[in-house]
C-alpha cells in the first residue's frame, strides 16, 4: 500500500518557535497495490485482508469470489471471515481492547503465505498472525501467536470468527447446519462446524457452503457486538456471526498459539448443495483429525494449545517482530477541542481564550496521535502543510477587527474536492498525485470565509459504495466501533469530525453517502435540493444526482457553513435558483418552536429492518417521537410518493465528461481513463472491454434525465399536499452496521435511503441519542423542493428538545481528550566563542533522556542550524560564517515529539574576528635617491576568510593607502630622498570580518 507520505503537518509542529513550519508523519504500509487474491486449485480467489491497498490488514478473508475484480461473482457468502478479537485482563485496559485486531503489516511472502511483519501490542501481550491459503487443497490456515511481554502472568481470551451471510432467510442467510458432533448445535464439544445458507428457487445458482476446524475452545460468542460476554446465537440475524472463543493464561516471556482452519465449497444449485456441503465437511473432518501443519516452525507447532496431541506442555517463546508503534496521546496544547461545536470554538477565540493556532495544532495533535499507527481511524488522506500557517493569518486578521463565524476555524474536505494546494485522489492511485488548477467552489469560499482546509478526508475510491469507504490509501474505521465500517463513500468526512481531528467537514452523496456515515457518526447533514449548493469542482459519481455537503456537529453548525457556501455560482447553471430560494442568514431560521403545529408523515413500511432486527428501529421510534414533544403532529402515511420512470441513461459517463473537460491539467482523454482505469484497486476494476461503447448523453437524453427529476420533485410534492405535510420522516440506520472486513456489493445492515437522491428533494440528518448497545442514531426530514431552510429549523427544534431529553448527538469514547506534553528542560552553555569562518557546536541538553525530535538555532525569525536530539542531547553545528563577529543573542528551541512539548531557551554566541597575517615586498630591494620603489602587500585572513579593506604603508615620513583586492595591494612610495635604510611599515587596517596585522620591510637607498 502506498506511503500516506502526504500526511504532511502533523502533530509537533512547535508553537514555541517563531516558525510555523510542520513536521512530516508517514504511516508505513506495504507497497502492493491492492489487497491480495490468492486462487486456489478448484479457481476460487480468496481476498485476503493483508496490508495492501485498502489496508485493512485483519489478516480475514475478504470475501471469496469467483475469479478476480468487481464483476466475478461471490462463491460464499463470507464477508469478513476469519478475523481475531484479543483481550486481556488488567488494569488498564487498552482502548482497543476486544477490537477487531489490526495492523500486523501482513505481506504475502511466497504463494498464498501471508506473514506478520510486525507485531500487534495489546495490554501486554504481543500478537502476530500467519495466513496460509493452501492453494491446491482449497482450504485456508490461520496461526495466530500471543506472547506476554510483562513480568507477571496475563489472563487473555481470544476470539477468531466473522460474517457467514446476513439476515435470516433466502440465499444471503447463513446457519450452522453441520458440526463435527453431528448435530447443527455449534458448541465448545465441536471441533468443526459447517454453515450454509437457505436454498435458492429452482435453476438459480447460489453460494456454496463453508467449514471451520477450531480445535479446542473454550464458548462460543457473537462475532457482531459483545464477543467476550454474549454467546453464539443460532436465531436471527445473529445466526451469520460465530465466534469461537479461547480462554488462555500466559506466563511471562511466554507464547501460545492457536491454529483454524476454513474450507469453502462452490457456489451450488439445488442439484449440487448436498454433494458440495458433503465434500466441505469431509475436508473439515479430515483437517480436524490430521492438522495441516506444514510450514511451521518447531516452536510455532510447539506453541499451539487448541489441537490434541500437538505442542509441548514446556514454556516455549516463539520469535516474533517488533510492535508497531502506537502515538502517544498527547498534545502540545492547553486547548481542548474536543467536541466543541463551530460556535464554541468562535466565542473561545473572540473571547481571547485562545486562537486559531491553538486549535489548529489541537486537531492536528489528535491526527497524530489517532490517524496514524497500528490503530489508526484513516480518516485523513492528506493534512494541509501550510495548516498552521494560514490559521496565524487568520489570527492576524482578527486582531485587525476582522470576524466570521468561520474565521479561524479548521475544515476537512472530502477527497473529491478540488483543492489546488492538495492532491485530489478520489480515493484512489489514478488520480494519486493530480492537483487541480484551483480549487472547487465551495472550498473557495471557505477559505474566502477565513477557515482553514485542514486536510482531505478519506473516502471509498470513486465514491462507490454505500457500505464501506476503502480507498487506496486505507480504510476508515468507525469512530464509534473501531471493528465497524464508517459507513459510504465520506465515512472519513464523519470520523474525522466524530472523532474532533476537525471542527467540521465537507462530504457528498449520491444515495446514502452523506446520511448514512452522519448517522453512524452522531452527526448533522443536509443533502439538499438540487443547485442549492455548488458541485463545481467536485469529482462525480453521477451527474445532477450527486449532492456536495457538509457534516456538522451541529444545527448551528450546519446554519454557519451553509451561509457560507450555499447559493447560486454563476459559473454553475445548476444552481441558479439558489438564491431565490435561500435564506439570507440561515442562522435567522434557527427557532426552538419550528415544529410546533407541524404535520409530519411517516411511512411505517420504512421503518421496519430487512434483516428482522430491532434494536435500531426501536431506538430510532422513541426518538421520532420527540418530534411530537416538539410541537409536531405525526402522521401515518400507507404509501410513499411515487418514482417516474427513470431514463436509461449513463449518467457516470456524463459527468465525467463534464469534469475532463473542465480540468485540461488532468492529462485524460475520455471518461474510459477514468471508469476501466487499472489503477483502480483489483476489486473494483473492470475490464477495459466495459468502456467499449459508451458515450456521452444526448441532448435529449439530458432533457430526459432533467425531465424525470423535476417530475419525482413534483410528484413527492404532489403526496405531500395530498397528505398535508410539512415534512417526512424516516430512520437512518436500520440495523447494526457490519465489521469493517468485508466488502463488495453485498450491503450487510440496513439503511434508509429517502427519495431524496433520486428526486433532489432536500433531506437533513440529525443525531437522535444511541441504541441499547450504544450505538448512534439518527432519523431524517425529508421536504419538498426548496424547503431547505424549513427542514433546518425543524432540526434545531428537534435538537433543542431532544437535548432536554437526554437524547441527541453523542461523544465516542474511542479518541479521548489529549494529555498536554510537559516540556523538558533545556540547558545551553554558557556564551559559546568562536571565530568567524570557523564552524561551532552548541550543544544543548535535554531534562529527560528519553526525549526525541529536535533542537533548532534560530535568531529572530531566521534558522540558522537544526539537529536531532540524541540521548537527551543535540549537538546543533553552526556553520561557518552563520553569524558576523560581534555577541549574538539566539533561542534554542525544541521541536517537542510525542511526549514531550516544544521548549525554548536563550543562548548566547561571541563571535570574534578572524586573525590575519600581513606580508610584503619591495621591488626593487635596492634604489637610488629619488626612486619610487613598489610596495606589494598580501593580507590573509584566517580560516579562508578574504581579507577586504585599507592598507596604510609608511615611509621616511610620508603615508601611503591602497585598497586590497582579492587580499592583495600594489602601490608606490613616495620619492625616497635621504640614502640609507628606511624602514616601511605596513598596516592593514582590519574590516567588521578581520582584526588588524601590520609587518615591516626595509628599503636600501644610494647615492
Not at 164 to 184: H, K, Y
Not at 189 to 196: F, I, L, M
Not at 302 to 308: G, R, T, W, Y
Request: proline share 5%; hydrophobic share 40%; glycine share 10%.
Amino acid at each position: 500500500m502506498p506511503t500516506r507520505s502526504r500526511l504532511a503537518a502533523l502533530g509537533v509542529a512547535t508553537l514555541a518557535t517563531a516558525s510555523l513550519a510542520a513536521t512530516t508523519a508517514v504511516l508505513p504500509l506495504g507497497a502492493a497495490h491492492a489487497f491480495t487474491y490468492v486462487t486456489d486449485a478448484r479457481g476460487t480467489s480468496w481476498g485476503i485482508q493483508d496490508s495492501a491497498s485498502p489496508g485493512a490488514d485483519t489478516g480475514s478473508i475478504r470475501a471469496t469470489q469467483e475469479g478476480t475484480g468487481v464483476q466475478a461473482p461471490y462463491s460464499t457468502m463470507l464477508n469478513g471471515y476469519g478475523g481475531l478479537r484479543v483481550t486481556v485482563d488488567g488494569p488498564a485496559r487498552h482502548r482497543f481492547d476486544g477490537a477487531l485486531l489490526r495492523g500486523f503489516g501482513l505481506v504475502e511472502d511466497g504463494p498464498g503465505r501471508f506473514e506478520s511483519t510486525r507485531s500487534v501490542a495489546l495490554g501486554g501481550v504481543h500478537v502476530t498472525r500467519t495466513v496460509d491459503v493452501v492453494e491446491e487443497e482449497g482450504h485456508g490456515r490461520w496461526l495466530d501467536t500471543l506472547t506476554n511481554t510483562t513480568d507477571e502472568p496475563l489472563s487473555v481470551e481470544v476470539a477468531f470468527g466473522g460474517q457467514t451471510g446476513f439476515g435470516t432467510t433466502g440465499t444471503n442467510a447463513s446457519r450452522v447446519v453441520a458440526t463435527s458432533s453431528g448435530d447443527d448445535v455449534l458448541d465448545p464439544a465441536d471441533t468443526w462446524t459447517a454453515s450454509a445458507s437457505g436454498a435458492g428457487a429452482a435453476g438459480a445458482t447460489w453460494q456454496g457452503p463453508t467449514a471451520t476446524v477450531v480445535g479446542d475452545f473454550h464458548r462460543t460468542g457473537d462475532w457482531l457486538r459483545d464477543t467476550f460476554t454474549a454467546p453464539y446465537s443460532a436465531e436471527g440475524h445473529a445466526a451469520n456471526y460465530p465466534a469461537y472463543v479461547n480462554t488462555l493464561t500466559l506466563e511471562p516471556g511466554a507464547s501460545a498459539s492457536l491454529v483454524r482452519f476454513v474450507a469453502v465449497g462452490e457456489r451450488v444449485t439445488a442439484a449440487t448443495a448436498d454433494a458440495e456441503l458433503a465434500a466441505v465437511t469431509e475436508r473439515a473432518a479430515e483437517l480436524a483429525a490430521e492438522p495441516d501443519l506444514d510450514g511451521l516452525s518447531a516452536d510455532e507447532v510447539a506453541s499451539i494449545v487448541n489441537l490434541d496431541g500437538v505442542g509441548d506442555d514446556a514454556p516455549v517463546t516463539v520469535a516474533q517482530p517488533p510492535a508497531a508503534v502506537e502515538p502517544a496521546p498527547t498534545t502540545s496544547v492547553g486547548y481542548d477541542v474536543v467536541d466543541k461545536t463551530i460556535a464554541e470554538l468562535q466565542a473561545d477565540m473572540e473571547a481571547g481564550v485562545t486562537t486559531s493556532v491553538e486549535i489548529t495544532q489541537a486537531y492536528l495533535d489528535r491526527i497524530a496521535a489517532y490517524d496514524v499507527g497500528p490503530f489508526a481511524f484513516n480518516a485523513f488522506t492528506t493534512v494541509a502543510a501550510d495548516a498552521l500557517e494560514k490559521a496565524a493569518a487568520a489570527d492576524a486578521a482578527r486582531a485587525q477587527g476582522r470576524t466570521g463565524a468561520l474565521l479561524g476555524i479548521p475544515i476537512a474536505v472530502k477527497d473529491l474536492y478540488d483543492t489546488a494546494d492538495m492532491p485530489t485522489t478520489n480515493g484512489s492511485l489514478t488520480f494519486e498525485d493530480f492537483v487541480p488548477a484551483q480549487d472547487a467552489y465551495q472550498v473557495a469560499k471557505l477559505r474566502e470565509a477565513g477557515a482553514i482546509i485542514i486536510g482531505k478526508a478519506s473516502m471509498e475510491e470513486y465514491a462507490t459504495s454505500g457500505s464501506y469507504s476503502d480507498n487506496a490509501f486505507g480504510t476508515v474505521w468507525n469512530a464509534f466501533d473501531p471493528s465497524r465500517s464508517a459507513l459510504a463513500s465520506s465515512g472519513g468526512s464523519a470520523v474525522a469530525t466524530a472523532t474532533s481531528m476537525t471542527a467540521a467537514a465537507l462530504g457528498s452523496q449520491t444515495g446514502d453517502s452523506l446520511y448514512a456515515p452522519a448517522a453512524a457518526a452522531s452527526l448533522v447533514t443536509l443533502r439538499g435540493t438540487d443547485g442549492m449548493q455548488s458541485d463545481r469542482g467536485v469529482m462525480p459519481l453521477s451527474w445532477l444526482q450527486d449532492y456536495a455537503g457538509a457534516m456538522t456537529r451541529s444545527v448551528s453548525d450546519l446554519a454557519d457553513i451553509l451561509n457560507v457556501v450555499s447559493g447560486t455560482d454563476p459559473q454553475n447553471p445548476e444552481t441558479a435558483e439558489a438564491d431565490a430560494h435561500r435564506p439570507e442568514d440561515w442562522r435567522a431560521v434557527l427557532d426552538a418552536d419550528a415544529l410546533e403545529g407541524k404535520r409530519i408523515g411517516y411511512v411505517p413500511s420504512t421503518w421496519v429492518d430487512p434483516y428482522g432486527t430491532s434494536t435500531v428501529i426501536d431506538a430510532s421510534v422513541a426518538a421520532r417521537e420527540q418530534l411530537a414533544v416538539a410541537g409536531a403532529e405525526l402522521v401515518s402515511v400507507a404509501d410513499g410518493p411515487v418514482a417516474p420512470a427513470r431514463p436509461n441513461v449513463d449518467v457516470n459517463w456524463e459527468g465525467w465528461a463534464r469534469y475532463l473537460e473542465s480540468h485540461p491539467e488532468l492529462d485524460m482523454d475520455s471518461p474510459a481513463d477514468v471508469v476501466c482505469s487499472q489503477l483502480k484497486m483489483p476489486y473494483t476494476t473492470y475490464d477495459p472491454s466495459f468502456c467499449e461503447g459508451k458515450r456521452r448523453m444526448t441532448d435529449a437524453e439530458i432533457e430526459a434525465w432533467r425531465g424525470y427529476r423535476v417530475q419525482y420533485q413534483e410528484n413527492i410534492n404532489a403526496w405531500m399536499d395530498a397528505n398535508d405535510l410539512d415534512a417526512v420522516v424516516y430512520p437512518g440506520l436500520l440495523s447494526e452496521i457490519s465489521l469493517n472486513d468485508g466488502g463488495g456489493n453485498r450491503s450487510s445492515f440496513g439503511r434508509r435511503d429517502t427519495p431524496s437522491g433520486g428526486s433532489g428533494v432536500p433531506t437533513l440528518m440529525f443525531p437522535a441519542g444511541t441504541d441499547a448497545h450504544g450505538a448512534p442514531v439518527g432519523i431524517q426530514l425529508m421536504g419538498r423542493a426548496w424547503s431547505d431552510a424549513e427542514l433546518v429549523g425543524y432540526a434545531y427544534a428537534f435538537e433543542q428538545t431532544a437535548a432536554k431529553a437526554g437524547i441527541g448527538h453523542v461523544t465516542p469514547d474511542t479518541a479521548p481528550a489529549l494529555t498536554e506534553r510537559s516540556a523538558p528542560t533545556l540547558a545551553v552553555p554558557g556564551a559559546t566563542k568562536v571565530a568567524f569562518g570557523r564552524a561551532t557546536t552548541v550543544a544543548v541538553r535535554l531534562g529527560s533522556a528519553d526525549a526525541t525530535g529536535t533542537v533548532a538555532l534560530r535568531k529572530g525569525g531566521r534558522l540558522l542550524a537544526e539537529a536531532p536530539v540524541k540521548a537527551g542531547v543535540a549537538k546543533v553545528r553552526l556553520p561557518a560564517k552563520a553569524l558576523r563577529p560581534g555577541k549574538h543573542a539566539l533561542t534554542a528551541a525544541y521541536s517537542g515529539d510525542s511526549r514531550y512539548a516544544a521548549a525554548s531557551a536563550a543562548a548566547t554566541v561571541r563571535v570574534a574576528k578572524a586573525a590575519s597575517r600581513t606580508t610584503a615586498t619591495l621591488a626593487p630591494k635596492v634604489v637610488q635617491r629619488g626612486d619610487r620603489p613598489k610596495v606589494t602587500v598580501t593580507v590573509v585572513g584566517a580560516n579562508g576568510i578574504t581579507a577586504t579593506g585599507t592598507v596604510r604603508v609608511k615611509a621616511a615620513g610620508k603615508v601611503r593607502t591602497a585598497t586590497l583586492r582579492n587580499g592583495k595591494a600594489t602601490l608606490r612610495l613616495a620619492p625616497l630622498a635621504k640614502a640609507g635604510r628606511i624602514p616601511v611599515k605596513v598596516v592593514y587596517v582590519g574590516s567588521g570580518t578581520v582584526v588588524r596585522s601590520t609587518t615591516q620591510v626595509v628599503v636600501r637607498v644610494t647615492r
